[in-house]
C-alpha cells in the first residue's frame, strides 16, 4: 500500500444534517464520489474513523457504519495493523477538472454510446403547448373517465386474499378473468365468433398494431394503407421494416379495386383499415367493400388488420359490425381497446386472431412487456361483468353525440365559408378541410395568439403530399363552452386573415 495522500475531507465533506439521507450514507456518496472522479486514488490512505470524526463533527459510530458500508461495497479495503484504504483494485482514473458542464445537468445529458435516432418517429404533440384550450386529434374527454367506479372495482380486487397471485408472474396472454370475459363481450357486442385462446391483452390499440406489424411486415413485405392514414400505423409498419403501398380513400372507405390491382402485380402481406371511422377522414368502409376486401384477402392470403378503434361511438345508427364479424377464413387481425371509452391512459386493449397468431404474438409481446397490468386487467373483466364499462360507454356516446351536434352546428353556421366538412356519423373528431388559398400554419398561429392551440403536426395527415388540406379536430374532448370558445375564435381568425 502506498502512503497516504493529503487529501482535504475535512473541507471536502459536507454534512447536511437537515436531509432524509442518513449521514453515515452521506459520508459514504461523497467518498465514493471521491473515489470515481479520481480524486481518492487507489490505496490512498484514509483517514482513521476518529481522526474524521473529529474533523467532520459526528459521531464516531457513524464513520465506523460509513467505512463498514463502503466495505461491503468493495469501495475500500481494511489492512490490519495498517489501516484503511481506498481498494488497490479499483481502476486508475485521472482526476477531471471540475468545469461547469462537467458538474451541471448538461452533463447528465452527454451520451458516452451510440444509438439509432429515428427522425421519422419525432413528433411535436400539444402536451408541451401552453395555451387555455388544446384541441386535439380526436381523443375521449379523461375528464369524464369513471374514476371512482375504477378505484372501488380495484380495491374490492387487492382486498381479496385469493387475488394476492395477480400480483406475480403469470400468462403472457394476459389476465385469464378479462380474456373469457372479452370472449361474450365481443361476441355479443361485435359479432365475433372468438373463444379464449383467440383474445391477447395488449397495452392499448397501439401494442396490437406493432405486434401485427412485426410479425407480418420483416424484411420488406408489403402492407397497404389508404391515402391517408393514421400517421402513427404509417410509423409502425416503417418501422417493423415494411413496405406501404398507398391506395386512394374516398366516401365509401378506403378504395377495394385499387387494392385489387396492387394485388395483381405485388404479394400483399397485409391491408391496414379503420373500417368504422377511417382514420383522419371519419368515413365508413360500406358493406360492397367489406365484402370485396374479405374475398381479396382469401384470394390473395393477405391479413387485414383491422383497426376498430373507436367501435363504440357511432351516432346515427347502431355500429357496424366489423370485418372481423364476416372473417370465415382467419384473415383478420381484429384490434381495439378501452383506452377510447374510459380514458387513454388506461392502456388496455385486444388482439384477436386465429389461435397459432396470438400465441406467436404473445412471445413476441413477452420480450416488449412481460404480462401487462394484471390488476388492471382483472379489475376491467369485473366492470364489464357488473355493468359499469357498458353504463360509462352509453354515457359518454350520448354526451359526444351532443358535442359533435355543438361543434358542428356551429363549424356550419358560421365557418363554411372557410372549412369543409362532413358531419361524421361517429368517432371523436370531424375531418375539417381548409378551403384554398387559407393555410393552417397561418391559422394555427392565429388561433394560438388566442390561446387556442391545434395539433401542429397537421402537415403529416398528408404523408403522401396529396395536398388535400384537411385536419383532423376532435369534439369529444371539448365541453360546451370550450367548443363556443373554439368556434368563435376561428371565426375571428378567419376574419382577420381574409
Ligand atoms: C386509428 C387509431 N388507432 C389506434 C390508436 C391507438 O389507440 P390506443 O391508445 O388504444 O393505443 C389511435 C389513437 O388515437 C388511433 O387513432
Redesign the pocket.
Known sequence: MSSPVIFPFKSNIIIDRASSRHIYLQLCDQIIGFIKSGKLAPSTKLPGSRKLSEDLNIHRKTVVAAYDELMSQDWIQSIPAKGTFVNKNLPIINPKKITKSTNSLESKNSIGFRFKKRKHLIIKGLETIKATIKVD???PDHRLAPIEDIAKNYRNITNKKHHKELLTYGDTHGNIELRKVLVDYLNQSRGLKTSIENILIT???????YLASQLLLNDKKIVITGDTN?M??DNTFTEANGIIKRVSVDKQGINTKEIEEVCKKHTISAVYV?SHHH?PTTVTLSADRRMHLLDLAQRNNFAIIE?D??YDFHYNNAPILPLASNDTHGNVIY??????IIA?AL?I?YFVAPKEVVDEAARLRRILDRQGDTLLEQTLARMIINGDIQRHSNKVRKIYKERRDLFCGLLKEKLTDFFDFEIPKGGMAVWVQLKKPYNWDIVMTAALKRNIAFNPEWKRYDNNNSGHNGIRIGFAALNKKEIITVINVLESVMKSIQ
Do not use: L, N
Open positions: 386529434e380526436g381523443v397495452r392499448g390499440s397501439q401494442m396490437g398494431i393514421y402513427t400505423a379503420t382514420h383497426d378503434y373507436d384490434i381495439g381497446g378501452f383506452t377510447k387513454p392502456r386493449g
